[in-house]
């Protein structure tokens, strides 16, 4: 209870932790770190090989890494193809 | 009368809600509702009771139905199927639904899990027909006219694939002379057909749009519930028939990347979540058609888990819906502050389905992707991981994202209904427990588990693989890259038949207008010719008002008969 009225002070306020710009920077460079930590991890781990390439050095974080943003790419170009107005079926019937 | 109830009792969990969606009709209406979330309840019990088992022989002609098998496999899916009605019908209590839909939603249930407990082909169809006729009514039950229409195209789609099932299943009958419903493999006869059927049903490539085209029409509770059970009847479907059809691997590789991209750009976030929902139907497709028990155990505990935080993520996002009246990317922002509960809960959906360890995805999505690599399929185990990647972006950073955290719009709204909070808490505790303790949903698979999920090479790859692909969305946040949510609609494959054969009409018509003018023109021409040359051959000295003799008639007579014959065997 005590906490919602806390929650609506800081409402009528419109302050709240995520409008504070360098609480989103904390979190960005939260991330960075956990990132770089698991990045060294692979040096401190038994890899369990399911193929060959899967053990190179770092393999499933530069995956990840690279391969997501070829699909945020990928799907910028798809939208330019795809997109149309929001009553585009609309509009025939 | 004993004699009916001993072959009947126990009697099939999915009749007893279907006999308890007409009984909600005649309950007063605070009864109904909470009747409605009893009854499933009640029937889990129940499910637990049994041990496993035919029940329900019943002798049909020279045939025997078995309307209740309960085996590792059915018992399965039926309970995830009645928590997910549990679940549906509570988190229904926040919202305005009437008798109708609330019956509907009981029988949409019944028919699923009355399906998933039948021996037979001919029970199953009877069921999933049941199922695909009262789903529709919460889609209408929105009462727009886009509801309607999208119901239609939905349920065309629904009773077309039941055509098909029928089709395959009488082909099949009258090559074998078997109505059991078990393994059957594209070489049985009827096979492809059946395959057809339940691949419609859970939306393979070309012909899933009925899915994105139709659920986020339905309304708030509705999509909720139209997310349990259909597609996930298909796939239990699929794993009891098809296990071990290599093509499912390909078309599953399909269904788990391509839906990806449309979940990235997509603006209605109920409809970002449908997409969404065909990724990981994907990843099951792809382990039934590994076959392996380890690919199945994925499969099956992979639907398990996806059912509670799929319904999770559409319970939150309905719950935006309710107070804002809106679930476009681009109308929503910065919600966590009046809906932080809502947030939370959502956050945990998120979390869950992108496999965070801990979390239930974690436990049950790798066992495909490790059954994949078992078997050397390392092109397929890239897709999946790139999938894996994907559901990150469109389920647990989207979602949350744009709706709770992106940039303030102004809804100042209270949080959601308390029904749907409690919904959404026991689906969001189920998914941390389960991903915290899998040992009694693995005991539960339908083969003997002999897979450990947390390994730190596991636990460490799966966080790498994660957080990168978060990375990733960062840095192209940051130098905005990262497509902003716009306005708009993306086509899909509905393109074909919403506007695609409406073209081809339109044209078609236009050419064959000025083909029927010249037709037309030509005739009226011939006509006219004929009458004036009439008139001619018939004036005083024409010949044909002369006065023939009978031999010639007989001739003339003879020789059309001649003709028409010749013309008609020609």
């Given amino acids: 209870m005590k906490n919602n009225v806390q929650e609506n002070d800081k409402m009528k306020e419109g302050l709240h932790w995520f409008d504070n710009k360098r609480n989103i920077k904390r979190i960005i460079y939260a991330l960075y770190v956990i990132c770089a930590a698991l990045f060294l991890a692979e040096f401190f781990y038994h890899k369990h090989a399911v193929f060959s390439f899967d053990t190179w050095f770092g393999f499933y974080a530069i995956y990840g890494f690279i391969m997501c943003v070829g699909l945020v790419i990928g799907a910028k170009v798809i939208r330019h193809l795809l997109i149309r107005r929001e009553n585009y079926y609309d509009s025939s019937s | ?570």
Wanted: hydrophobic letters at 55%; one cysteine or more.
């Fill in chain 2, 1 to 570: 009368m004993t004699a009916v109830a001993e072959i009947l009792l126990p009697l099939n969990p999915g009749i007893w809600l279907i006999v308890g969606a007409l009984i909600a009709v005649l309950l007063p209406q605070t009864l109904s509702r909470w009747f409605a979330v009893i009854l499933p309840v009640f029937l889990i019990a129940f499910l637990f009771s049994l041990n496993l088992d035919n029940y329900g022989t019943i002798s049909f002609f020279d045939y025997s139905l078995e309307t209740f098998r309960l085996d590792a496999l059915s018992r399965v899916f039926g309970l995830i199927f009645l928590i997910a009605s549990a679940l549906g019908n509570l988190y229904a209590l926040g919202d305005d639904v009437d008798k109708l839909q609330r019956s509907a939603a009981l029988a949409y249930a019944g028919g699923a899990i009355a399906a998933v407990f039948a021996g037979d082909m001919i029970t199953l169809f009877i069921f999933f027909e049941v199922a695909a006729v009262a789903s529709v009514f919460l889609i209408w039950a929105r009462r727009t006219e886009r509801a309607f229409a999208a119901g239609m195209r939905y349920l065309i789609f629904q009773i077309g694939a039941g055509v098909i099932l029928l089709a395959g299943l009488l082909i099949h009958f009258s090559v074998t002379g078997s109505i059991v419903f078990d393994k059957l493999g594209l070489e049985a006869p009827g096979g492809i057909l059946i395959l057809i059927a339940f691949g419609i049903k859970s939306a393979f490539p070309l012909v899933h749009n009925w899915l994105q085209d139709a659920y986020p029409e339905a309304t708030i509770s509705g999509t909720v519930i139209l997310s349990g059970f259909t597609t996930k009847l298909a796939i239990y479907a699929l794993a009891r028939s098809y296990a071990g059809t290599e093509i499912l691997i390909w078309i599953g590789a399909v269904m788990a990347i391509f839906p990806i991209f449309y979940a990235i750009i997509e603006n209605d976030l109920r409809r970002v979540l449908t997409y969404s929902l065909n990724n990981q139907l994907g990843f099951m497709v792809v382990g039934i058609g590994i076959g392996t028990e380890m690919a199945l155990n994925g499969t099956v505990s992979h639907a398990f888990v996806h059912i509670l935080y799929k319904a999770l993520l559409l319970m939150s996002m309905g719950a935006v819906l309710l107070r804002t009246g809106t679930c476009n990317g681009t109308e929503l922002g910065g919600l966590v502050k009046t809906m932080p509960w809502t947030a939370a809960f959502c956050i945990v959906g998120a979390a869950s389905a992108s496999a965070f360890p801990l979390f239930s995805g974690f436990i049950s999505k790798s066992m495909i992707i490790t059954a994949a690599g078992e078997q050397g399929y390392w092109i397929i185990w890239l897709i999946l991981l790139f999938a894996s990647a994907g559901v990150l972006y469109h389920s647990g950073i989207r979602i949350p994202y744009f709706a709770f955290f992106s940039e303030d719009k102004g809804h100042r709204v209270k949080e959601a209904p308390w029904p749907m909070l409690v919904a959404m808490g026991a689906a969001a505790f189920l998914c941390i427990i389960i991903g915290v303790f899998p040992a009694p949903l693995y005991a539960m698979l339908p083969f003997s588990v002999d897979y450990v999920p947390y390994t730190a090479y596991h636990v460490i790859n799966q966080l790498q693989l994660l957080m990168f692909a978060a990375l990733a969305f960062t840095v192209l946040k940051l130098i905005k890259i990262y497509p902003s949510d716009t306005r708009g609609i993306n086509l899909d494959t509905d393109w074909v038949y919403r506007k695609g054969l409406m073209t081809l009409i339109i044209y078609s018509n236009r050419y064959l207008n000025t083909g029927y003018r010249v037709v037309c023109d030509g005739a009226v021409g011939i006509i006219s010719e004929v009458i004036n040359s009439a008139k001619q051959l018939g004036n005083n000295d024409g010949i044909l008002s002369r006065t023939p003799a009978l031999g010639s008639s007989i001739a003339w007579i003879s020789g059309l008969l001649l003709l028409v014959l010749l013309l008609r065997f020609a």
